[in-house]
Nanobody, 124 residues
Framework: QVQLVESGGGLVQAGGSLRLSCAAS????????MGWFRQAPGKEREFVAA????????YYADSVKGRFTISRDNAKNTVYLQMNSLKPEDTAVYYC?????????????????WGQGTQVTVSS
């Protein structure tokens, strides 16, 4: 069983930055592809970014490319999402997810474990 705990959400003005963290309680963190998803009010959950377990390749939704950066620290069992140039449309609950040996990075159905989510609110 893998437990994921997100942190770092909050209220920020448009143009500002936040860094989300997701800590995993698992010894084999290095084998998990890690993803970030978000869900805005009244909308379906959508893919934001992912980082592979194998070569740390990164993948981004078009809406966040050039503004968000995903990274991981296997020694700390933690994945990060650096969010810059935030826009009001980035407002959502952000979830991290883990998929052992995962290769379908933007498909939420393939992720086995999910965190409880952290709220990000961007004011205009």
């Amino acid at each position: 069983q893998v437990q994921l705990v997100e942190s770092g959400g909050g209220l920020v003005q448009a143009g500002g930055s936040l860094r989300l963290s997701c800590a995993a309680s698992v010894r084999t963190f290095r084998i998990y592809t890690m993803g970030w998803f978000r869900q805005a009010p009244g909308k379906e959950r959508e893919f934001v970014a992912a980082i592979s377990w194998s070569d740390r390749s990164t993948y981004y939704a078009d809406s966040v490319k050039g503004r968000f950066t995903i990274s991981r620290d296997n020694a700390k069992n933690t994945v990060y999402l650096q969010m810059n140039s935030l826009k009001p449309e980035d407002t959502a609950v952000y979830y991290c997810a883990a998929d052992p040996f995962g290769s379908l990075y933007d498909d939420e159905g393939t992720y086995d474990y999910w965190g409880q989510g952290t709220q990000v609110t961007v004011s205009s």
